[in-house]
């Protein structure tokens, strides 16, 4: 079980309306949020991995205090939410140093999990694993074996693995959810397909998910996709709405009931318990890909 501990306003679907300048003065849900889904999974007794984004611990470090504290693991989400390969590397290599050292500060205990927003870790920003390597980053998350418009990986492996990067690291890689469905892979791993798709379909493609029995499976979803009440932005567009506002008032429910059909931990614990494939792959592998 996976959240990326973000506002609203910081999402890629309505970048186009809101700039990263307007953020202080918008009005944040964040924090009630995040609040509403610790008290979910404390009821049901599930630990999460919340990737934090370092814009939000700067000002809600007491939120972020208080989750370790429940004893959910907290990993990282980058600063400042902005797509890796439209950044250079030196100001991602700043900010993923300075967002892992505001959450060590906080927690008093290493980072060791990364998460890039909008999944943004392509074929044209693999150089980041290196920056995530040499930051102490051991394992990633942000790598979608799909074909997508903004991110992906197609027929990259759907198991986790592990990367050698181009200076020689190795970083292990926990990709996020697919079912195999007539030859395409579909995202079975939470977000916008959860709202979207009816909950049986959903439960049906996470159980159908590859690999489902055999290892864990990767689950996410925001703490803003539980809040119907939040700010709408009617200028967004048609496609960036529906991504972003379909079916907000039924996710708390589904998540409930997704809590009570499956079993889910941290991603820490799920990896360390699952006896992974031996899979390396060099990440210039994973530019030939198909
Ligand atoms: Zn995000």
Known sequence: MSIDVEDYFHVAALSGVIRPDQWDSLPSRVEQNTERLL???DKHHVKA??????????????????????GHEIASHGYSHQLIYKQTQGVFREETLRSKALLEDITGEAIEGYRAASYSITRDSLWALDILSE?????DSSIFPIRHDNYGIPDSPSAPYSIETASGAIIREFPLTTAH???LSIPAAGGGYFRQFPYPVFRYLFRNATGFGARPQMFYLHPWEIDPEQPRYDNASWFSRFRHYTNLDQCYGRLERLLGDFRFGTVSESYNAYEPDKTLLRSDQLIRLA
Do not use: N, Q, S, Y
């Open 135 to 139: 930051a102490g980053f051991t394992w």
């Open 181 to 183: 469905i007539m030859g």
């Open 39 to 41: 008290e979910l999974f």
């Open 49 to 70: 991995t919340f990737f934090v984004l370092g814009w939000v611990a700067e000002r809600f470090p007491a939120l972020i205090r208080k989750l370790a504290d429940h």
